[in-house]
């Protein structure tokens, strides 16, 4: 399913579809495509981001930031009860 701006504007702020880069690596993949931004996450430190690059997908979908958003907030919630 492709994009139109209105699921574009409400999938680029789930949490789901931001991650953590370091300066430069950021600056290159700025607003690029997916598959462009593959390239660069494997020159980053963050396991989850060469996990990200090293993947076999060409294009990130809304089924792909809704997967991760699940993860990402399981995983935050398993922390917080462990840590908390």
């Known amino acids: 399913m492709g994009?139109?701006?209105?699921?574009?504007?409400?999938?680029?702020?789930?949490i789901g579809n931001k991650t953590l880069l370091e300066k430069k690596q950021n600056i290159q993949a700025s607003n690029e495509y997916f598959v462009?931004?593959?390239?660069?996450y494997l020159k980053s430190n963050f396991l989850e981001i060469k996990?990200?690059?090293?993947?076999?997908?060409?294009?990130?979908?809304?089924?792909?930031i809704e997967s991760r958003n699940e993860e990402i907030y399981k995983r935050?919630?398993?922390?917080?009860e462990k840590n908390l």
């Open 3 to 14: 994009w139109n701006e209105k699921d574009a504007k409400k999938f680029l702020e789930y």
């Open 51 to 64: 996990h990200l690059g090293s993947s076999n997908k060409t294009d990130w979908l809304k089924k792909d």
């Open 76 to 80: 935050l919630k398993e922390f917080f």
């Open 36 to 40: 462009k931004k593959k390239k660069i």
